[in-house]
């Protein structure tokens, strides 16, 4: 209840402070929250909760038809052949400062 406190009323005094208009709209909503939480801790309320009704309401799942395995529809991976791999080395440093002499 302190830190909420704490927080509302710093809350209020900046916007106080650096606020434009003249209103305690942020103070007097922050009280009312405070001793709603108040209320709330001394059990003056019971606590609402937040529950999604649709939840409730929904069946358990029940699977019907079992599918069985379709080997028709099986694809075998066959070997791809091998790329060749002297186009993908690179060239040596010295070859490619002997390749950029100037003329």
Excluded: H, W
Excluded at 13 to 23: K, N, P, W
């Amino acid at each position: 209840v302190a830190r909420l406190l704490a927080a509302k009323t710093a809350l209020a005094l900046r916007v106080d402070a650096l606020g434009e208009t003249e209103s305690n709209e942020i103070g007097a909503d922050g009280r009312s929250k405070v001793e709603a939480r108040i209320d709330l801790l001394e059990g003056r309320f019971a606590a609402k909760a937040n529950k999604d009704t649709s939840i409730q309401n929904q069946s358990k799942f029940k699977l019907n038809k079992v599918q069985a395995y379709n080997d028709s529809a099986d694809v075998a991976m066959t070997e791809a052949a091998p790329e060749a791999e002297t186009s993908a080395k690179k060239r040596k440093a010295d070859e490619v400062e002997e390749d950029e002499e100037p003329s």
